[in-house]
């Protein structure tokens, strides 16, 4: 079992920046593809933006140049860049993690709260 704790969440008015953080449990992150989801309200969770176990990265278009990834392996943590942030990235934001040989392993964080409002 993998537990991962995201940070970073809260209000920010559009056109500024937060930077997310997800720490997970485990000794082998190294072996784990992460990415961060979102789910706003009345809308289906989206895959925001992915990095592989070589930091190959993938993003939602919608977050293309504005959105960076990026993990520190030594740390077992994963972040979320979020620059010139608009209303329509008010979500709750999710941490995942998933091995990427036992594709069923696969984990979770609890969210965090991202609004985007002046």
């Known amino acids: 079992q993998v537990h991962l704790v995201e940070s970073g969440g809260g209000l920010v008015q559009p056109g500024g920046s937060l930077r997310l953080a997800c720490a997970a449990s485990t000794s082998i992150f190294q072996l784990y593809d992460m990415a961060w989801y979102r789910q706003a309200p009345e809308k289906q969770r989206e895959l925001v933006a992915t990095i592989a176990r070589d930091e190959s990265t993938n993003y939602l278009d919608s977050v293309k140049g504005r959105f960076t990834i990026s993990r520190d392996n030594a740390k077992s943590t994963v972040y979320l860049q979020m620059e010139t942030l608009k209303p329509e990235d008010t979500a709750v934001y999710y941490c995942?993690?998933?091995?990427?040989?036992?594709?069923?392993?696969?984990?979770w964080g609890q969210g965090t709260q991202v609004t985007v409002s002046s």
């Open positions: 995942n993690a998933q091995h990427f040989l036992a594709t069923y392993l696969r984990y």
